[in-house]
């Protein structure tokens, strides 16, 4: 065998080679006198991955959205457990100014369990017309909108995003024009539906909500 000194090495450089050389045959002498099926045991798995964030999310809220400000893909999942009232929105609408009032419901509540999520939408009166962009500008600089909102989309008949074909399949009575309002409790199911009508700072759907939010999940 050939030898790991090599002339001119310095003794310091030995003295490593030798400690390697007395621990590569300790753990030879391990190896040896372990059993033949330890040695041949299959590598140990890995621990189960846990359960994706869809495992506990209900089926309303199984679906992915871009985001309006910068359309990346969102998972409603992430609102699992939560209260959720949905809204189709637009700009040059009658009930436009219910963006204050949403945005106020949502900053008074929102620690406690609550997220308004906004859908705009140019099927009533074609008044969502503007971009992704301009709308997120609107939506920002005219109401201070803070609570999630979502690329502009249809919410009626066939063409209907599927967030809302599952909310008119739960019973919910379909759009009729901007600024329906559909309340989500913690579990996935339809609470109520609202119409245009029904202002976000009504006692009705204010009193709902804070039902809702004592509800356990």
């Not at 621990?23 to 798995?45: E, G, K, V």
């Amino acid at each position: 065998m050939k030898s790991l000194y090599e002339p001119g090495q310095s003794r310091a450089a030995r003295h490593r080679i030798a400690r390697l050389g007395s621990a590569l045959a300790i753990a030879l002498t391990a190896l040896a006198s372990m059993p033949a099926s330890a040695q041949n045991a299959p590598a140990r798995t890995a621990a189960p991955a846990q359960p994706a964030q869809g495992a506990n999310c209900p089926a309303v809220l199984q679906h992915r959205f871009d985001r309006l400000q910068d359309e990346k893909p969102q998972n409603l999942c992430q609102y699992a457990g939560q209260v959720v009232l949905v809204v189709n929105t637009a700009s040059f609408c009658g009930f436009t100014q219910q963006y204050g009032a949403l945005e106020s419901l949502y900053s008074q509540y929102k620690d406690r369990g609550l997220v308004v999520l906004g859908f705009p939408t140019n099927d009533f009166g074609r008044q969502e017309p503007g971009s992704n962009a301009s709308i997120a500008d609107f939506c920002e600089n005219t109401f201070g909108v803070k609570f999630p909102m979502f690329a502009a989309s249809s919410v009626r008949g066939d063409k209907a995003n599927p967030f809302f074909k599952n909310l008119i399949a739960q019973g919910a009575t379909p759009p009729r024009w901007n600024f329906y309002k559909y309340l989500i409790g913690r579990d996935g199911q339809l609470i109520d539906s609202y119409s245009s009508m029904t202002t976000p700072d009504s006692r009705s759907l204010i009193s709902a909500i804070e039902k809702s939010l004592k509800a356990k999940p």
